[in-house]
């Protein structure tokens, strides 16, 4: 029981993180539930026009703007989510060495080891273009690559294409869009930290070095691109996009989407590639990137809501229980929190 008790701890921490990702794409659905100002037909269907070609990159700059504005104002909800974003942080910053030897001990235990087994599977010119997984722990790690989000925003794409469904041909328009948009900021961040990663680490929880010189950066990137995490930013990008154009799957959309989460944000820790505190901030980005990115291409309706559970008496955070876990034994203690929804 020693030994699971800052497991416990560490898989609370993990779980808690993605559910408030799934709290997050809730919380507008709750929002516009209770705002009296809100459109109060929701039977309409949402409809798409068919995105241009270069939709996704033309639009960059307008959703970089957006993105800042949607961040930065004064509005107490936004006020609400910085607030967590920091705190969580903080929290998880203080626990990063401990729950990093406990997540470690758990890759051990389970077999799936606590090392990169990505390999390079499309090569130019010595330049590796695309690295693939090998085994169980590179796979959980694969569900953040860049590759495997773009697979999925090609999916839509062709999808679409092949059935003349303009819904899922702008969703791959918008995950391809949102892609970029993130990775611009959060290149701008991650050069700004300068954030050792946990198999780089020369000092404990990471020695930072703000504002490297772009040819140190590029040079030894491992040892200044931890914070914040890219791989939870594209995903949440991703799930949001979702979330927000199929409200008629949402039911799915959410328990994929924090069991995905989970997965990755361990597997993250457990193969030294990131500190738990390199998420809040990451996860947030990815939420605000596919909440503007989805707003492109619209037409009639633009209630996100629409069609999403209309019928149900309860709103979508009811459907939620969450209770606070002490456990205390042999000297040792541990906090957290059990987490249960109903998805139908």
Known sequence: MKKSVPFFLSMSVFISLSFLFSFALSANESLASSDPS???????????EKPKVFDFITNVPSTLVSAWKMSFNTKPETLMVWGGVISSTIITFIWDEEILAEVKRWGR???????????????????????????????????????????IGTGFLLSGLGMNDNRAIQTGSQI???????????????????RESPYRKTKYRGDWNFFPSFSTYNNDTSKHDAMPTGHLMVTSMTFTVIYENYPDYRSFVVPIAATWMTLLGLQMVNNGVHWISDYPLGMAMGYVFGKV????????????????????????????????????????????????????
């Open 109 to 151: 235990d389970l077999g799936l080891g606590n090392d990169d087994k990505t390999t390079t599977m499309i090569r130019k010119n010595n330049i590796s273009l695309m690295r693939g997984p090998t085994d169980a722990g590179s796979a959980m790690y694969f569900l953040g690559d860049g590759w495997m989000h773009t697979f």
């Open 38 to 48: 809100a459109p109060s037909d929701l039977s309409k269907p949402i409809k798409f």
């Open 293 to 344: 990115s989805s707003k492109y291409g619209r037409i009639g309706n633009t209630n996100t809501n629409a069609n999403a559970n209309t019928n149900s008496k309860k709103s979508f955070l009811e459907n939620w229980e969450i209770l606070p876990v002490y456990i205390s034994e042999e000297g040792e203690r541990s906090y957290g929190l059990y987490a249960r929804a109903s998805f139908f």
């Open 176 to 194: 391809y869009h949102g892609m970029i948009s993130s990775t611009i900021i959060n290149q701008i961040f991650k050069r700004s930290f300068g």
